[in-house]
């Protein structure tokens, strides 16, 4: 049977190739693939490289990070999403990281991609030295 490479639309049911029924709960993010889950156990997945087949059934690759969702975690899940201070993105506070200045504090928290892109130079904002800050400091 033929496969193509598919996104899932959020919010829709999917039939698995292989059995079950798995809601789709992310539009496909920087981190690839989609959040997929089982309708009868809550078994919640990041599905990498779906595919449908001609009768509209879907497998994927593999999966990766899966836990059973309970409504508490459904929750905290909506609250947690953040907007990135550099690109404006809204993003998950799981794929988020603090960057660190140059003398390795603690600067801000971005999205990953941002993260790889700041600190691609080892550090984040300017490069400072105390004696930037401190004026006519006293050797
Ligand atoms: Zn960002």
């Not at 599905?47 to 309970?70: H, L, N, P, V």
């Not at 550090?123 to 004026?135: F, L, M, P, R, V």
């Amino acid at each position: 049977m033929n496969r193509k490479s598919f996104i899932a639309t959020v919010g829709e049911v999917y039939r698995n190739q292989g059995g079950g029924s798995f809601l789709c709960k992310a539009a496909p993010d920087q981190a690839g693939g989609q959040i997929m889950q089982n309708t009868a156990s809550k078994w919640t997945f990041r599905a990498q490289g779906i595919g449908i087949y001609e009768d509209g059934s879907i497998d994927w690759d593999y999966s990766t990070g899966g836990y059973f969702q309970t409504d508490d975690q459904d929750q905290e899940e909506e609250k947690d999403v953040r907007i990135c201070p550099v690109c404006e993105k809204e993003v998950e506070r799981s794929d988020m990281n603090f960057t660190k200045d140059c003398h390795g504090i603690t600067f801000r928290l971005v999205c990953c991609d941002c993260y790889r892109r700041l600190m691609a130079k080892g550090y984040d904002g300017e490069y400072h030295t105390e004696a930037d800050e401190q004026i006519e400091a006293d050797y």
